[in-house]
């Protein structure tokens, strides 16, 4: 195994002084984590990228620790420096936009972590080495069969929401690492586009799912039933639901940022509700 090279001890360093800050700091550790209603409303953009450097815990920040050093070391020696930082700080935003998406109505979800762009680190690494051995419970499968069982992993994970990991970010982190690479390496779709295919057809498929059939994330089955017939009474209390819900994220960003803060729509929003 390679040391690692400059960038990633860079990355490296930074996440673990900035994940101790936070343990140490909760306001620290607040105002840098992804939200999205701080990222959607209140336009702190930043969090997309510092939600990286932080983490919940030791355990987890071992571990993403440990899946870094083995995959970071070889990737930035095959793609170099620029090339490398582009897969792991894409690969980061990449999972985080997609997990803001699906979470766009869950205005409090928050996370951390830098697992979207290491899966983009490890998922680079398999359209540019397809034949790597990535041990998995003490067995070692071809890396294109480890990404694919990830993809379903994930995608499971999304649905079912049984654990509070961030799979979301994973999957979008992992598959933009695949596509940075292979745009770096066009002919990786000649030589390798096999081991790509089984990674990317599957993921595609199952965001198709996701758009056509929203309601998943709700029964939790990508392939479960649309929620039953409502009535005009169930329609009306959903929708006083959703407004009562609009009107306490205007109002905890007044509290928090000031009603100057408020964008003209969200000032015709905020008169609107309190009617």
């Known amino acids: 195994m390679d040391d690692l090279g400059i960038a990633g001890l860079a990355i490296l360093a930074v996440t673990f002084l900035a994940s101790y800050h936070g343990f140490k ?24 990228i510092s939600s990286g450097f932080l983490h919940a815990g030791w355990w987890h920040l071992l571990i993403n620790a440990c899946t870094f050093y083995c995959f970071s070391s070889g990737i930035e020696d095959s793609v170099g420096v620029g090339n490398y930082l582009l897969i792991y700080f894409g690969s980061l935003v990449g999972g985080n936009l997609f997990s803001l998406f699906l979470h ?65 970010a994973h999957l979008g982190g992992g598959i933009v690492g695949l596509l940075a690479a292979v745009a770096m390496f066009p002919e990786l779709l000649r ?5 790509i295919a089984a990674l990317l057809l599957p993921t595609v498929a199952f965001v198709y799912l996701l758009l056509k059939k929203p309601q998943a994330l709700l029964v939790g089955n990508i392939f479960g039933a649309a929620p039953e017939y409502q009535t005009l009474d169930d329609r009306y209390q959903a929708r006083k639901r959703q407004q009562e819900a609009e009107l306490d994220q205007l109002l905890d960003k007044i509290s928090r940022q000031g009603l100057n803060s408020l964008s003209v ?11």
């Open 25 to 48: 700091n909760p306001q620290y550790y607040d105002r840098y984590l992804f939200r999205v209603n701080d990222i959607r409303y209140g336009k702190q953009y930043h969090r997309l």
């Open 265 to 275: 729509r969200e000032k015709k929003e905020l008169e609107k509700l309190s009617k």
């Open 191 to 195: 030589l390798n586009y096999g081991p």
């Open 104 to 168: 766009r109505h869950d205005s409090e979800y928050s996370a951390v972590g830098a697992s979207g762009a290491i899966t983009g680190l490890v998922f680079a690494t398999i359209a540019l080495y397809p034949g790597i051995r990535v041990g998995l419970l003490g067995v070692y499968l071809p890396g294109w069969l480890y990404g694919l069982l990830y993809v379903l992993y994930s995608a499971t994970g999304i649905t079912t929401r049984r654990d509070n990991i961030g799979h979301d």
